[in-house]
Every structure is written in C-alpha cells, then in structure tokens.
C-alpha cells in the first residue's frame, strides 16, 4: 500500500510516520516544507494542479494529512488549516489516483462542552477560537469533498515531543526549573481545567487503523476519561521525583516591573502565565470524549496510561536540567 504523509515532521506526523513505517506492506512518503521531506511542498501556497501532478506520479492508495498550525493569528491559521486542506482536496478530486484521505482533526471544533459530559461525533460544533474555526473549516471541506475520506478529530495529544506551549509541555518545564533551582514550593495557575489526554503513539495507531479501514466521517480519538490537570501534576511530580509543595493559584500573578528583582518561582509563575487566555485551545473548562466510534469502526482503543506519557514528557525535560 502506498501512503503518501502530509506533515511528517510535525508533533503528531512524526509518529505516524514512525507507526507506518514499522508495517512491511507500506511504501510511505513524505511531504513537507521541510528538508528532510522526501518531496518538498508547501500546502498553504502550492497550487491544487501541481500537487495533482504530484498524486498522478505516486499513485498512492492512501493520503494522510496531519500538515497544520496551532499556534499564529486567525490569518495564518487559515492559511495552513484550511486553505491547505482545500488545496488537498482539490488536488485529490483532479487525481486519478483515487486515493483514501484521512485527516487529522482536533477536538477544539466542538468547543466547550458541559462538565461531566462525553462529546460524540454528532455534538454541535461550537469552537471558541480561530484555531478550532479553521480546523471545523477543513473538516468540512473535507466531509463535502466527495472523497472517500475520514476525519479524526484527536482530543489533547501528549507524550514524547509534548510541545513545550501545551499545558503539560508548560507544566514539565515549570517542573525543571523549579527543581534546578533547588525551590521548595511550586505555584500554578489554571489547574481546574479536565481534559481528555491521549497518548501521540495511540493517536498514531488510530490513523494507521483508519487507514486501513472503511469508516468515512468523523472519528473522535481519546481516553473517553477527562483528567484534571491538578491531577496530572501530581503525577508528574511523582514521576519527577519532587517532594515540594504544589500550590495552585485561583488567577494568573501580576507581572512584575520591569526590572524588578524575581525569585525562580515567581518567574515560572510568569511563564505560565503567559497565554492570552485560560483556555487558549478555545474549550472551555471541560472536554471529555465519547470513544465508542473508534472502538466500533476502527476497532481501536487507547493503550498506553497518562502516568507513561508523563513520564516520556518529563524524561526530556530532565535532559535539560
């Protein structure tokens, strides 16, 4: 089977790119804006015909498309969110390739959702930034595209690479610097928020299942369980090994003046704090997935436990010690 792989050096692409590899029946390739890529394309500015030229050349039965932003201002989220999809689309609908698209998703299209609840594919989506807006966008070029396509949409990814702006990225690297820093205390703010973290390894399990399989639509990947991220720093710690005291903040600090002198804490406290929102990802306090789609159409479950991601998240924030 040929795979053609679309954002192969991204958090989320590289796994996948790892997982399809280690399958003897799969002949990968990979597009990108990198050097590494095995052929160099930019989605959000290549046109639909030469990428089309691209698809008749390689023939592949299968194109997965974890290329985006997540970070930027709502214009180049745009660009390489949704334009980019629209340009996969097309190139794939000119093709006569043929081939079966699976796109990775996010759970921030769905936005917030009420506490205690299980988010299905068929909830309303309501997403509460430009980043959940642009990626609903895609999906629904996706969906009305013709293709035979599927849309995954991932819940909050972790484990090795966990990129350093996420919750738990930022929660590991306030972790380091307390600890090299010899203090006893380490003060958070925004520990109420739940959310439903999903292993990046089990995420690239589900694309390569999806794949393989028949499931059109969208395709929720998660736990099915929401945990509090006070509760994942807890673990964390454990996992670090370290014995201070955990002290939440109801409201992010004020910053200091410029100048001002700052203990290590009081800078970690800053660095936390340095989102524009409590929710920057858009969802709310609460997001939690109902899972049963993928158990019964991809005939996948999440393997791999909170407490092993952060223990592969805190093994290279140790490294920087």
């Not at 399809?20 to 390739?29: E, K, Q, W, Y």
């Not at 201002?73 to 000119?94: I, K, P």
């Not at 035979?148 to 738990?168: H, I, K, M, W």
């Not at 970690?268 to 899972?291: K, M, N, R």
Request: proline share 6%; glycine share 12%.
């Amino acid at each position: 089977m040929r795979v053609l792989l679309l954002g192969a050096n991204g958090f989320i692409g590289r796994f996948v790119a790892d997982r399809l590899l280690a399958d003897p029946a799969v002949h990968l390739t990979a597009l990108g804006r990198g050097d590494d890529a095995d052929v160099r394309f930019d989605l959000a500015t290549g046109s639909p015909g030469a990428l089309t030229r691209f698809l008749d050349a390689v023939h592949p039965g299968v194109v997965v498309n974890c290329a985006g932003a997540t970070r930027g201002g709502a214009r180049d989220l745009t660009r390489h969110n949704t334009v980019a999809v629209a340009t996969v689309c097309e190139a794939m609908r000119r093709s006569r390739c043929t081939a079966r698209l699976v796109q990775v998703g996010c759970a921030s299209e769905y936005g917030p959702s009420q506490p205690g609840s299980s988010t299905a594919e068929d909830a309303i989506p309501r997403p509460g930034g430009p980043y959940g807006v642009s990626k609903l966008a895609a999906t629904e070029l996706v969906l009305g595209s013709g293709l035979d396509a599927v849309v995954l949409r991932v819940f909050s990814p972790v484990g090795p690479g966990t990129p350093a702006g996420s919750p738990l990225g930022r929660l590991a690297e306030a972790m380091r610097r307390t600890m090299q820093a010899g203090d006893g205390e380490l003060k958070l703010s925004g520990l109420g928020v739940q959310r439903d973290f999903v292993d990046v390894r089990d995420v690239a399990r589900a694309v390569h299942a999806a794949s393989l399989s028949a499931a059109q639509g969208v395709v929720n990947i998660g736990t099915g369980r929401a945990v509090r991220l006070r509760d994942a720093a807890a673990v964390l710690a454990k996992v670090a090994g370290y014995a201070g005291a955990l002290h939440e903040l109801d409201t992010p600090p004020a910053r200091l003046p410029i100048g001002a002198p700052r203990t290590s804490t009081e800078s970690v406290i800053e660095h936390l704090s340095a989102t524009p929102s409590p929710y920057p990802d858009g969802c709310g306090a609460w997001q939690q997935a109902d899972v049963r789609t993928a158990r019964d159409r991809l005939g996948w479950r999440p393997r791999i436990n909170l407490e092993e991601s952060l223990a592969d998240i805190w093994m290279e924030a140790a490294c920087r010690i």
